[in-house]
């Protein structure tokens, strides 16, 4: 029995052990968002529901198959399989050339290592709950009921948990932030997470001299003020590998999403 709250970690295992229903829950959960992405990267909209359903099918068998897929949430991973079924499709001509969105150069040329700004560092290190509903509430943008039928929570809990998530995130930020900086820089930790905390505009005079004297701290400084904004910027970059590169590192909750599995 496909229980409710089932989030995708437990869908996961259900399909492991051959449950279809979990199938068809996985598929109602994120097959719109993913046409949706997959239409962004190509002229035919028919094009882009065989690269949606292709994915579906690609992640489906690798789960089956007890080979890496998603070990978390599943809208990230069946992203970064429908860039690389569209690498795939445009080099050997089966289908339509990309859009401008997702040029040819993107296909051909080798995939940059993934970003290791402090945003995205602070971000993985979270757990995975907090990684998924902040990428379903800032990135995606979703309702709270379709958020909490993927974390397998109630409606009224998805704000209550997106809140301790990004309070987590501003604390990974910072201790990021702490980590790679001087000695002096780390003097300051303190009043500027006690800045943010307050979302005061007053400045301790130490605290803004060294502001306007040290770009990483001015920057830490600037982007823990607008986190949210912040992570909408960077989080795709992290998350959505290149075609060609997208089975070299591993997203949020996501394994090595293979490009060339066939579907079945």
């Known amino acids: 029995m496909i ?40 002229r035919d909209p028919h094009t882009a529901e065989d690269l949606a359903s292709e994915a579906f099918a690609r992640t489906l068998r690798t789960v089956r198959n007890g080979l890496a ?4 949430d599943w809208r990230p991973y069946l992203y970064a399989v429908v860039r690389n079924t569209a690498a795939e499709w445009a080099r050997s001509d089966q289908r339509s050339v990309p859009t401008d969105e997702f040029r040819e150069d993107d296909l051909t040329t080798a995939a940059p290592e993934p ?21 379903h509430t800032l ?14 929570i109630t409606p009224g809990n998805v704000g209550v948990l997106a809140f301790r998530a990004r309070e987590g995130l501003r604390k990974a930020y910072l201790a ?9 820089c780390q003097e300051y930790a303190e009043p500027l997470a006690a800045i943010v905390r307050k979302r005061s505009g007053r400045l301790p005079r130490a605290l803004r001299a060294h502001l306007e004297s040290c770009a990483s701290c001015a920057r830490a400084h600037t982007e823990l003020l607008d986190l949210n904004a912040t992570l909408r910027a960077a989080l795709p970059i992290a998350l959505f590998p290149l075609a060609l590169g997208a089975g070299k590192w591993t997203g949020a909750g996501a394994g090595t999403p293979g490009a060339g599995t066939s579907a079945g």
């Open 139 to 152: 990135i995606e943008d979703e309702e709270p009921e379709r958020v909490a039928k993927i974390l397998g």
């Open 176 to 184: 990021a932030h702490v980590s790679s900086a001087s000695p002096r």
């Open 115 to 135: 970003p290791d700004d402090l945003v995205t560092r602070a971000y993985r290190s979270l757990p995975r709950r907090w990684q998924t509903v902040l990428w």
């Open 3 to 42: 229980e409710p709250e089932s989030d995708d970690p437990a869908l996961t295992r259900l399909v492991r052990a051959g449950d279809d229903r979990a199938v068809s829950e996985l598929y109602e959960r994120h097959h719109p968002a993913v046409i949706a992405f997959a239409r962004r990267l190509c």
């Open 69 to 72: 897929g998603p070990t978390g």
